[in-house]
């Protein structure tokens, strides 16, 4: 894959928050042609319908399909899942055989099989490819990425939790024990489909935790940090809270540090890791995150803070949940996977104020 010739990408669940946001990246991308567009309660309609503010796009005129597997993989050389949790899991193995690439972006390919019971309510279809997948965080799985044939595009939550949590864990700055996480995110997060929880009456002016204690993105940052090593990982105490606005995720992580460890020496461990990491901001003690910094690019902001007092590591990590988060880490694993620059067709710079 790679060359001079564009690779043949499909999009399934294009007419999602995530799937329009992906489409947008993709169809400004000068190594890719979209050549599907897949979709389940919009098909027959063009993108420009369901996405208005992607008509004038190169994709805009092209009409959503069934979401036909088989009649995919003949077209296309990677496809990528913008999926509701657990379709992926279904469609993903007969695009797999045909010998596609996949690049999932729902939760159906980040843990082992005898976790989604539990934690995703229904039992894995395809536990083989499973054990296949290969976490999609490229700071910390890049060359893992670059020959997978299934990648598994992190969550929103975790993405800046195992970041910002993983290079002080293997810098021995942190004592083992729970890592308590408390996250917030807008309304995109949720998806298009209304919900009375999601309406403005609901929301304007609320900020109110969801899902505590059984959010599915909860064992995800145990498995990535487990990944990363060094083993065993830590317990993860996870509670998500909704805010009144469209993009934007900031967590904030809880830790023991270490006798000696310092803000300035937590600071200077994740700066020196992600030294040339063009999407991690890594920012100097004193300075503090902020999501809308970062609303439109692939970027990640980092900050770590060490409370002397309590002996507390705090790290305050902030993402555009459907850029980082989702859409833009889809097309980072893309560029990886095809062999392009990591950086094609992904914005540094967030769309400020």
């Known amino acids: 894959m790679g060359g001079t010739d564009a690779i043949r990408v499909a999009v ?23 050549v599907a567009l897949g979709a389940r309660d919009s098909v027959g309609r063009t993108l420009a319908e369901v996405h208005p503010h992607l008509a004038s796009t190169a994709a805009g005129g092209m009409t959503l399909e069934p979401l036909d597997d088989a009649e995919v993989a003949g077209r296309a050389e990677v496809v990528c899942c913008a999926l509701p949790h657990g379709a992926s899991a279904a469609l993903a193995p007969a695009l797999l055989e045909a010998g596609a690439r996949v690049i999932d972006l729902a939760g159906d390919f980040r843990l082992p099989a005898e976790a989604y ?31 997978a044939q299934l990648v598994a595009n992190p969550g929103c939550y975790p993405t800046p939790v195992a970041l910002g949590m993983a290079p002080l864990r293997a810098a021995g700055l942190l004592k083992s024990g729970p890592l308590l996480v408390d996250g917030k995110t807008g309304l995109s997060g949720a998806g298009k489909a209304a919900t009375e929880a999601t309406t403005f009456v609901a929301t304007e002016d609320s900020v109110r ?145």
């Not at 399934?12 to 042609?33: D, F, I, N, Q, Y």
């Not at 934690?119 to 395809?126: R, T």
């Not at 900050?303 to 980072?332: F, S």
């Open 12 to 34: 399934l669940g294009a007419s999602g928050s995530t799937g329009g946001e992906l489409v947008r990246l993709l169809a400004a991308h000068p190594g890719v042609r979209l």
């Open 117 to 147: 019971p539990a934690w995703y309510g229904f039992e894995h279809p395809a536990p083989a490819w499973l054990r296949k997948a290969v976490y999609g965080l490229p700071e910390l799985f890049r060359e893992e990425v670059r020959g």
């Open 209 to 353: 935790p969801y899902r505590f204690p059984r959010h599915q993105h909860t064992p995800e940052m145990e498995r990535a940090l487990e990944l990363a090593g060094p083993a065993p990982a830590p317990v993860v105490s996870f509670v998500p809270h909704l805010v009144p606005a469209v993009r934007g995720v900031l967590i904030t992580c809880y830790a023991r540090a270490v006798e000696g460890a310092t803000t300035d020496s937590l600071s200077e461990t994740l700066a020196s890791t992600y030294r040339d990491e063009p999407f991690v901001r890594v920012l100097a003690p004193g300075e503090m995150v902020d999501s809308k910094r970062v609303r439109g690019s692939n970027v990640v902001e980092l900050q770590a803070v060490v409370d002397e007092r309590t002996g507390t590591a705090v790290v305050a990590g902030a993402i555009d949940n459907l850029m980082k988060g989702a859409a833009g880490q889809a097309v980072q694993n893309l560029n990886l996977m095809a062999g392009f620059e990591e950086t094609t067709a992904l914005p540094v710079a967030g769309v400020y104020p």
